[in-house]
């Protein structure tokens, strides 16, 4: 499976929307498809299939790319040590532009953290602290929202809004480019400084049965002018959608 661009804002969409879904059913699983927008130029925007696969215990969760071990879980709050896949990269094979194919590869890694989740009347407040395990982009990212449900039957929305912090070295990782790069492609040296990037976002979940569920997630982000200035980008926004159909256990 080809995962170029699969950002980190997608990951965090996919594994925030999955703990918005959650409720005390300790399994589900499913298939979902995510529709994600490419910034990079000569990138296609893709679809990708994915499995939804969510576990609600008492001490530890797994969300589809997130898992993570309570330190503390009760009604209100929720504060978990957690890891995420991030398959966030660029590959020269990938993009039709001749200058980003004389590019270096950017991979994939996995991010360790902390998050937290308090959920009260006047909504929920959200965010995950996560910094790069595998020594690929040495960079940090935090994922900053505030949500709240609308219960209407057996559908619900849950929009929010948010932001995602990205380091220097998370965005100089993924859209700087060195001297050596610039000499080979052509294009202007670039070194990315650290970021926020606001976003809007939407859950709509159908509560087919008792068992059955069906949502659909969207994302808009505004990126940030660290990104949008970099010479390998051409978009100033991204937008992201995510659908599926689980079975709760």
């Given at each position: ?119 009260s009347d006047w909504g929920i407040l959200r965010t995950v602290v996560a910094g790069d395990l595998l020594d690929n ?113």
């Amino acid at each position: 499976m080809n995962y170029f661009k699969v950002s980190a804002l997608t990951v965090i969409l996919s594994s925030s929307l999955a703990s918005t879904l959650a409720e005390a059913n300790p399994l589900t699983l499913g298939a979902s498809v995510i529709y994600s927008q490419s910034p990079y130029k000569g990138g296609q925007n893709r679809y990708y299939p994915l499995p939804i696969i969510n576990y609600e215990g008492d001490s530890f969760y797994v969300r589809s790319f997130q898992a993570g071990y309570y330190l503390w879980n009760d009604k209100q709050d929720q504060l978990s040590l957690t890891v995420l896949g991030s398959p966030e990269n660029f590959k020269t094979s990938d993009t039709d532009n001749k200058q980003l194919k004389k590019l270096d590869n950017r991979h994939m890694t996995a991010m360790g953290g902390l998050a937290y989740r308090h959920t009260s009347d006047w909504g929920i407040l959200r965010t995950v602290v996560a910094g790069d395990l595998l020594d690929n982009s040495n960079g940090i990212i935090w994922d900053l929202a505030y949500l709240y449900r609308f219960q209407m039957g057996d559908l619900s929305l849950t929009p929010g809004i948010g932001a995602l912090y990205s380091s220097k070295n998370q965005n100089d990782y993924y859209y700087g480019v060195s001297r050596r790069e610039s000499r080979r492609s052509g294009l202007s040296s670039y070194d990315a400084g650290d970021s926020w990037s606001p976003y809007l976002e939407l859950t709509a979940a159908y509560a087919i049965n008792q068992s059955w569920n069906a949502s659909l997630s969207g994302r808009y982000t505004r990126l940030s002018s660290e990104v949008k200035d970099s010479p390998m980008v051409d978009n100033n926004s991204q937008v992201m959608l995510w659908t599926g159909v689980s079975y709760t256990f």
